[in-house]
């Protein structure tokens, strides 16, 4: 089974901040990793597809990037909205599997 | 529009049996593959599986496999979660969630609602 390790598991930033959220896949995937955002109550959003493809009515300061094991989601000028748990997820196995999530606080 | 509506919250007692549901609409029901994924209190996000309705076909991943069940009925677009016998480990939250393409494991969106399962005596 392959292993997602997200980094860091929780992190408290201000507003406009840049934001990095880091994913390692214990063997290589590719681009086959995705981002979701999920907001306490609600089910996860998708954020961003293969690594670095951005979804339709997504803002734009989410972005990604990487391939093979390690992949980056940034998030620029972040604003207070963004207050989630962030996921990484793989798909390149026919088990996909998630990272253990990044929780963002907003000071 | 596409939407993944699933069944109501659960309340259970140990070793009893629980079927939960998950009904695609606007979309081709049988040619995308579904996940189902469980978020236990407070914690992450799990992978526990995935159906395609149409060949059919089913994957578990190895941490579920065994304990639970997924199956899909395309004559009314609606896949299904069960358990032959619940454990209070079980208690979560449960989603579904559509692949992004016909006919192939990729990233998943839409997600269902949720389905709150509580297992308690």
């Known amino acids: 089974e392959i292993v997602l390790t997200q980094s860091p598991d929780f992190q408290s930033v201000t507003p406009k901040e840049k934001v990095t959220i880091t994913c390692r896949a214990s063997q290589s995937i590719g681009s086959s990793l995705h981002w979701y955002q999920q907001k306490p109550d609600q089910s996860p959003k998708l954020l961003i597809k293969?690594?670095?493809q951005s979804i339709s009515g997504v803002p734009s300061r989410f972005s990604g990037s990487g391939s093979g094991t390690d992949f980056t989601l940034t998030i620029n000028s972040l604003e207070a909205e963004d207050a989630a748990a962030y996921y990484c997820h793989q798909s390149s196995s026919l088990t996909g599997t998630f990272g253990q999530g990044t929780k963002l606080e907003i000071k | 529009e596409v939407q993944l509506v699933q069944s109501g919250a659960e309340v259970k007692k140990p070793g009893e049996s629980l079927k939960i549901s998950c009904k695609g609409s606007g979309y081709s029901f049988s040619n995308y593959w579904i996940g189902w994924v469980r978020q236990m209190p407070g914690k992450g996000l799990e992978w526990m599986g995935i159906?395609?309705?149409?060949?059919?076909?089913?994957r578990y991943s190895p941490s579920f496999q065994g304990h639970i069940t997924i199956s899909a009925d395309r004559s009314i677009d609606t896949a299904y979660l069960q358990w032959s016998s619940l454990k209070t480990s079980d208690t979560a939250m449960y989603y579904c969630?559509?692949?992004?393409?016909?006919?192939?494991?990729?990233?998943?969106?839409?997600w269902g609602q949720g389905t709150l399962v509580t297992v308690s005596s």
């Open positions: 293969y690594a670095s």
């Open positions: 159906i395609h309705p149409g060949y059919p076909e089913t």
């Open positions: 969630a559509r692949s992004g393409i016909p006919n192939a494991i990729v990233e998943v969106d839409p």
